[in-house]
């Protein structure tokens, strides 16, 4: 048989070699480390952690990612075996001790009979003799690989900073302040949400975007473009007290029905995120502020009092394609149905997110391998939700990372209306009969 090229040992890389391993498929496993180091990383062991030493939540039944935990153990993930051999004291997450989980997944990796490490970076696109290839090279992908993706894909698809601004589950925002409408009522009139400032809010909200502790760039970020259209929304603040009302916070075009007769300062515009129409992000607000200075500043907004943050704003170093754009439901790149994608790559954010696309993309390549096609797992599960959205739930226009989180999942269909942990265990109860059911599929395939 053939082997499978993977390209990048990280969570990703290693993952997906493992479960093709497992599945009967030779596998060649290439890693640039150490003869060409990263940015972040500083050993040579596979799955290194760059940064944070936690997998986050392991609470299968109240959080997303700790949902994802549970599915990716039932499906013999190899990271979450050596993390659960290593992990260190944590309450309720899951942490590790770095270097024995490294080390671990490096021993499994190395003494599979069915896996070849290769060691060098891969400078450009991987040969079509090679038939099937998965690309796992991660945030920090070489340059000279970036390039020939880039050539391949097109300008526009591979970026190498986000910008992200923060999403709010739709449920948190409080419509008594806060209204459906568009900028002149274009498109079908009620596109975004608005939330109003007037000047006292204003006020009080640049003050505290100019006072807000800022994350700092680390040394080899320095470089990082302040392109035009992605200014952190404090650097807007910093150029000029008017500057963010006439950018994204303007105030044209619409009007407040809770309080027709008074023109707000400033109204800031949230725009639905995924097809599901669960998440909204906030319009131009990037920032480098830290997480819990966004917490609190950001909830100054009226209407956005209590709202609950699907993900936070940032600015980072960060290869990722437009998945939804390039890749199938397979995450094969449309273009080369012979390259496969897998890990941050993709568009997902985290180590555990990572790896669950890596344990998918192993699946897949075994099925194909075998000349067989297995579904994609439902999108009620954790792993399905996170593949649903790279490779087609999310907006292509404003598509960055993500975490996994409950607003990927599809509506429960309740007739009544349940909140908070209550809805969160019903999210996880749905999820894990529907992916065990189709575990067995898989398996039995
Ligand atoms: P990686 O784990 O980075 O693996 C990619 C591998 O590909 C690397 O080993 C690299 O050496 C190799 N490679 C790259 N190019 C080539 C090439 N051309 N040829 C051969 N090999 C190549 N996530 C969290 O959950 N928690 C955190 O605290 C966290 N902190 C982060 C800090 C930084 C600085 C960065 C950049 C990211 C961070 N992330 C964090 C995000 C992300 O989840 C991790 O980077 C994660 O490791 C991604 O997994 P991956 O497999 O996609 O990529």
């Not at 199938?328 to 941050?344: C, I």
């Not at 954010?349 to 344990?359: D, Q």
């Amino acid at each position: 048989v053939k082997p499978v090229h993977i390209i990048g040992a990280g969570l990703a890389g290693s993952e997906a070699a493992w479960q093709l391993a497992e599945a009967g498929v030779p596998v060649i496993l290439h890693e640039m480390r150490p003869t060409r180091p990263t940015d972040a990383h500083h050993t040579d062991k596979c799955a290194e952690l760059v940064c944070s030493n936690s997998f986050r939540s392991d609470d299968k039944e109240y959080n997303a990612v700790g949902l994802i935990h549970d599915e990716m153990r039932r499906a013999g993930s190899i990271i979450m075996r050596c993390a659960d051999q290593h992990k260190v004291p944590a309450g309720g997450a899951l942490a590790v001790d770095r270097e024995g989980f490294s080390e671990a997944v490096t021993n499994a990796l190395e003494n599979h009979p069915l896996i070849t490490m290769e060691r060098g970076e891969i400078d450009g696109l991987p040969p079509e003799e090679w038939e099937h290839t998965i690309i796992a090279t991660g945030p920090l992908t070489s340059g000279a690989l970036a390039d020939a993706i880039r050539k391949a894909t097109g300008e526009e698809s591979l970026a190498f900073f986000d910008a992200i601004a923060p999403i709010v589950y739709k449920d948190s925002i409080d419509f008594d302040k806060a209204w459906f409408q568009s900028r002149y009522d274009k498109g079908d009139g009620k596109d975004y949400i608005n939330c109003p400032m007037y000047e006292e809010e204003y006020n009080r909200f640049i003050d505290a975007l100019i006072e807000g502790e800022k994350t700092e760039f680390k040394d080899w970020e320095k470089d990082t473009p302040y392109f035009d259209g992605c200014l952190p929304i404090e650097v807007m603040a910093e150029r000029g007290r008017e500057t963010l009302r006439h950018g994204p916070m303007k105030p044209v075009g619409l009007t407040n029905p809770h309080n027709p007769k008074e023109k707000p300062r400033a109204i800031v515009q949230l725009r639905q995120d995924n097809a599901l129409g669960t998440l909204y992000n906030m319009v131009g607000f990037q920032t480098k502020l830290k997480y819990g200075a966004q917490v609190e500043v950001f909830r100054t907004i009226p209407g956005l009092e209590n709202a609950e943050f699907a993900r936070l704003g940032g600015i980072h170093r960060n290869t990722f394609l437009n998945s939804p754009r390039l890749l199938d439901g397979n995450l094969r790149l449309k273009s080369r149905p012979d390259l496969r994608f897998a890990g941050q790559i993709t568009g997902c954010e985290g180590y555990v997110e990572s790896a669950a696309v890596g344990l998918m993309v192993g699946r897949f390549t075994a099925a194909e391998k075998a000349g067989k096609t297995i579904p994609t797992p439902p999108l009620a599960t954790a792993m399905g939700a996170l593949l649903n959205h790279i490779t087609g739930g999310a907006d292509e226009s404003t598509f960055q990372p993500m975490n996994v989180n409950f607003g990927l999942f599809p509506d429960l269909d309740l007739k009544k209306r349940v909140k908070g942990r209550d809805r969160k265990k019903l999210y996880s109860d749905r999820a894990i009969p529907l992916f065990d059911e189709w575990l067995s599929t898989v398996n039995a395939a």
